[in-house]
């Protein structure tokens, strides 16, 4: 398989990614299930009992999280998942259940016990702002036949797999299963470990173990730093890492700063890898931990080189932390992310990006424009633009459009070129390329809050007033700067030819 579009030091293609769904390996997750809950309304006032905000709830979701959102996420990716885990005879473990199946994952593993409720986590979300989580978990011990079934089920899950995947929030639950279900069957050719406390799991002798940084010193028994050397000291505590979580590698996950790979002194790696975060702001995110851990144990399951794995694991990460809620990665958006040469969603990509942007209340702008040689009056333009809403979608005439409408000297610059200037803009949220003469077709499928142009059009002018004022959207016309355009700076440029330095190649 070829590893070569940048996610840092080192680089992975879409190529690979579309390889691993097609070889679909069998993964066994097996861990803490819970369900996510969404709650998303606006809260204008406070309550007279008390000083606290009314919430309106407009829209409530329910998702898998914990284990169940590794398992949905990696089948998502195209691996043949089974999770054995434990759920309440509740509603919550009914819904949970059947989001699980209608992802594709195997849950005859997924034991239901009357004597236990499903673990649940409400999120209360105002004005994209989270006010609470209220977290419904009830410690009940296990019974000693309930464990048995534990690990009666993850010795049957374990047959003829490629990877375990343990996913533990804390609660210890599965470790007497699985190392039960070890002493019945083979070792999975992979065991990776995602553990709150790695330290009970050391006797699996784990491949891999993925602690965030606050749970690797904790494992070392010491305080993480807070004068900006955790890396280093990190770094310096590899070897004693590796031993006391008992694992050939350790994966310690870096929040914004990405992650660092601590492998073997000898083999697949001799040095710490770093993986960068892509610098995006987070949108109320949940669970890419989830996903970082689900790509890692996929890639690493179908023989990826450890490095490259955790770049992978990163780019998906990076995929779901710009999106709200509890989310999944699946390989059509990793592939999409991994395409960085080219800054513009396509049309099917952008509805799916808005669509959630939607969903969590933020309200919608669209602009468009050929952008040809990039200006003071474009960035004005587009700033001014960004502030009547939450998320900015820049569409770009294709090049074809652009000679159609300018002439056949235009475009100075491809597509491909305006749509990576502009999608580098703070301002910007996301860029697309349309082919027709205005964005009619764009705006009747997109349907955004706004529709914004610029101050030298009126909106008598504009065929596109029709469709968004037809669906309930507002047409903005926003300043003119004068003497800021392409034509003219395209004018300067030329008029200077011959004068000394200008036709200089230097």
């Not at 002194?265 to 610098?279: I, N």
């Not at 669970?287 to 770049?311: M, N, Y």
Request: glycine share 8%; with cysteine; hydrophobic share 45%.
């Amino acid at each position: 398989m070829d590893y070569s579009a940048s996610t840092g030091a080192v680089t992975v293609t879409p190529d690979l990614v579309l390889a691993l769904r097609h070889l679909a390996p069998r993964i066994v997750v097996a861990g803490d299930v819970m369900l996510d809950r969404w709650w998303v309304g606006s809260s204008n006032r406070l309550s007279r009992e008390a000083p606290a905000p009314v919430v309106e709830v407009h829209r409530r979701s329910d998702v898998p999280g914990g284990a169940a959102n590794t398992a949905m996420n990696l089948a998502a990716l195209g691996a043949d998942v089974r999770l054995v885990g434990l759920v309440g005879a509740d509603e919550a473990g009914t819904v949970l259940r059947e989001l699980l199946v209608e992802a594709g994952v195997e849950v005859s593993g997924l034991l239901t016990a009357p004597e236990v409720a499903t673990v649940t986590k409400t999120r209360v979300v105002s004005d994209d702002q989270m006010l609470v989580r209220i977290d419904d978990v009830a410690r009940t011990p296990l019974t000693p036949d309930l464990e048995e079934e534990l690990a009666t089920a993850t010795a049957k899950a374990l047959v003829q797999v490629e990877a375990l995947l343990v996913c533990d929030y804390d609660s210890g639950r599965l470790l007497g299963a699985v190392q039960s279900a070890f002493g019945r069957q083979s070792r999975p050719p992979l065991v990776v470990v995602d553990a709150h406390d790695p330290a009970p799991w050391a006797g699996l002798r784990p491949d891999v173990v993925t602690p965030n940084a606050a749970e690797a010193f904790r494992l070392l028994g010491r305080p993480a730093p807070t004068d900006g050397t955790r890396l280093a000291a990190l770094v310096a505590a590899a070897p004693e890492l590796r031993e006391r979580a008992g694992a050939e590698a350790v994966l310690v996950t870096l929040d914004r700063d990405g992650s660092v790979l601590f492998g073997p002194d000898h083999g697949v790696v001799a040095e710490p890898h770093r993986t960068p975060a892509w610098p995006r702001a987070e949108k109320q995110a949940a669970g890419a931990g989830d996903t970082f851990v689900a790509a890692l144990t996929l890639a690493r399951a179908t023989g990826v080189p450890l490095p490259v794995a955790a770049s992978l694991a990163q780019a998906a990460a990076d995929v779901v932390v710009q999106r709200f809620g509890t989310s999944v990665c699946s390989t059509d958006e990793l592939v999409e992310h991994l395409a960085v040469g080219d800054a513009a969603l396509e049309e099917e990509a952008l509805l799916r990006r808005v669509a959630a942007d939607r969903a969590a209340g933020r309200r919608i702008v669209l602009t468009n424009g050929c952008f040809d040689v990039l200006h003071r009056g474009h960035t004005i333009y587009l700033s001014q633009a960004a502030q009547l809403g939450d998320v900015l979608v820049v569409a770009v005439n294709s090049d074809r459009s652009v000679r159609r409408l300018k002439g056949p000297e235009r475009p100075i610059n491809s597509a491909a070129d305006r749509a990576g200037v502009l999608a580098a803009l703070s301002c910007v949220s996301y860029v697309t390329v349309f082919d027709t003469d205005t964005p009619v077709p764009l705006l009747e499928r997109l349907r955004p809050d706004v529709y914004a142009k610029g101050g030298d059009y009126t909106p008598d002018q504009l065929v596109e007033a029709v469709v968004v004022e037809g669906y309930g959207g507002e047409v903005r016309i926003l300043d003119y700067v004068p003497s800021q355009s392409t034509t003219e700076v395209v004018g300067r440029i030329r008029s200077r030819r011959g004068q000394p330095g200008v036709d200089d190649p230097a």
